[in-house]
């Protein structure tokens, strides 16, 4: 099974600034590599497949990179309304398996 | 507008057993793969399980193999996990996800529904 690692586990961050997430991959995903936001009380919501396209929808303040291991989710200019955990996932191998999430606050 | 509709989850002692459903809507059912995804209160994401479009391939979490059976019926748009031999570790919302976007992400999710095993 392909562990995925999130870091940090918590980010506070000022509205206005860039929040850098990061998801590390135990072996190599290629670049089948997801971010889905989830808002308290909501099911997620997917913001990034193939590690840097966006879904339908999202805005374009946030932003993917990475392939293989290391990948990364940049909100560029934070808003309140993006007050989430947010979960890297990879779906190259079975089982899909979830990093442990990024829970990002607004300072 | 795509559309998954969970229901079936409830309290439910240990040992015994839970059929969820997710009524599909707004999309062609029959020719997606489904999975199911659950969160325990307060943790992650946990992938539960994967049916193919026509039922042919099926996989499970090692959490749950031997336990939980995911199933479809395509004619009533329709997906199933029966769950049996509960146990408290199990108590988690249950959501079905769809691929969408020609990967393999999820792009769409149901609201879910919540299992409590408890006695």
């Known amino acids: 099974e392909i562990v995925m690692t999130q870091s940090p586990a918590t980010l506070s961050v000022s509205p206005g600034e860039r929040a850098t997430l990061s998801c590390r991959a135990s072996?190599?995903?290629?670049?089948?590599l997801a971010w889905y936001q989830q808002k308290p009380g909501q099911a997620p919501r997917l913001l990034i497949y193939?590690?840097?396209t966006r879904a339908t929808g999202i805005p374009d303040r946030f932003s993917g990179s990475g392939s293989g291991t290391e990948f990364t989710l940049t909100i560029s200019s934070l808003q309140s309304e993006d007050l989430a955990v947010y979960y890297c996932?990879?779906?190259?191998?079975?089982?899909?398996?979830f990093g442990q999430g990024t829970n990002l606050e607004i300072k | 507008e795509v559309q998954l509709v969970e229901s079936g989850g409830g309290l439910v002692q240990p040992g015994g057993s839970l059929r969820l459903s997710c009524a599909a809507s707004?999309?062609?059912?029959?020719?997606?793969?489904m999975n199911w995804v659950r969160q325990a209160p307060g943790k992650g994401l946990e992938w539960v399980s994967y049916?193919?479009?026509?039922?042919?391939?099926?996989y499970y979490a090692e959490s749950v193999k031997g336990r939980f059976t995911i199933s479809r019926d395509n004619a009533r748009n329709s997906l199933y996990l029966q769950i049996n031999s509960l146990r408290a570790e199990d108590t988690a919302v249950y959501y079905c996800?769809?691929?969408?976007?020609?990967?393999?992400?999820?792009?769409?999710w149901g609201q879910g529904t919540l299992v409590t095993v408890s006695s």
């Open positions: 996800a769809r691929p969408g976007y020609g990967s393999g992400s999820y792009g769409y």
């Open positions: 707004g999309f062609s059912f029959s020719t997606y793969s």
């Open positions: 049916i193919s479009s026509n039922s042919s391939t099926i």
């Open positions: 072996q190599s995903v290629r670049s089948n």
């Open positions: 193939a590690a840097s």
């Open positions: 996932q990879q779906y190259n191998n079975w089982p899909h398996s």
